[in-house]
């Protein structure tokens, strides 16, 4: 079963910032956060991922609390093309252990 | 990112038959690649890790027999579903990670292949 939780849906107005919380309150120490994205009809695209500092690359930030019990992925300028369903996934790193999938947000972005 | 390639994009098939989706890593070596299955509306769903040179491991509830896994080398997988059926419609996607950056990496998807069963 997925280890966090996440709402169901959210929308956000184009060119404004996106924030995504995710819950994770049995994280584990060794325990990563990872952030992936599915358009419809395509494979997941890896976003970010991070264990306990703040992360931040050219498609996102990710903000991880200080008890790592939650995390929020911030897109800065939503687009149009950012519409997806957004999963927060918690991953070790301690064998080749896959990604359990949970239900994800379902982000809409309006024009 | 890395570059994971699946084929074919979509396949149609007659009820009874076997398809044989394919999963490639193109630029990067993976010694185990995961399979998933989607279903309308829902989450993915692991089906099976695939391991270089050795018999995959099923989730439970996946029939070893009817979804055949191969990864014969360090850049291929393969899963055939055997006799299909109707029910086994669905979104199916591959994955994988660069093996030469260890175990504490990002996993790179396959762009999923639709397979309906008439």
């Known amino acids: 079963d997925a280890k966090t939780t996440q709402p169901t849906s959210m929308d956000c107005a184009e060119g404004r910032a996106a924030n995504l919380p995710c819950n994770h309150s049995?994280?584990?120490?060794?325990?990563?956060v990872y952030w992936y994205r599915q358009i419809h009809s395509q494979g997941p695209q890896y976003i970010i991922h991070g264990l306990k500092n703040n992360e931040t690359n050219e498609m996102a930030s990710l903000i991880i609390t200080e008890d790592r019990k939650s995390s929020t992925l911030i897109l800065p300028h939503a687009t149009l093309r950012d519409t997806a369903v957004y999963y927060c996934?918690?991953?070790?790193?301690?064998?080749?252990?896959?990604?359990?999938f949970g239900k994800g947000t379902r982000l809409s972005v309006i024009a | 990112g890395a570059v994971v390639s699946q084929h074919p994009s979509w396949v149609i098939c007659k009820s009874g038959t076997s398809v044989k989706i394919e999963c490639r890593s193109l630029?990067?070596?993976?010694?185990?690649m995961f399979w998933y299955r989607q279903f309308p509306k829902q989450s993915l769903m692991l089906m099976a890790t695939s391991n270089e040179g050795s018999k995959a491991t099923y989730e439970q509830g996946v029939e070893k027999d009817k979804f055949l896994i191969n990864h014969a080398s360090l850049t291929l997988s393969t899963l055939t579903v055997t006799s299909a059926h109707p029910e086994d419609s669905s979104f199916y996607i591959c994955?994988?990670?660069?093996?030469?950056?260890?175990?504490?990496?990002?996993?790179?998807f396959g762009q999923g292949t639709r397979l309906t069963v008439v």
């Open positions: 630029d990067f070596q993976a010694t185990t």
């Open positions: 994955s994988a990670r660069d093996a030469a950056r260890g175990e504490g990496t990002e996993a790179f």
């Open positions: 049995t994280i584990s120490g060794n325990e990563y």
């Open positions: 996934i918690v991953r070790a790193h301690s064998g080749n252990t896959p990604l359990v």
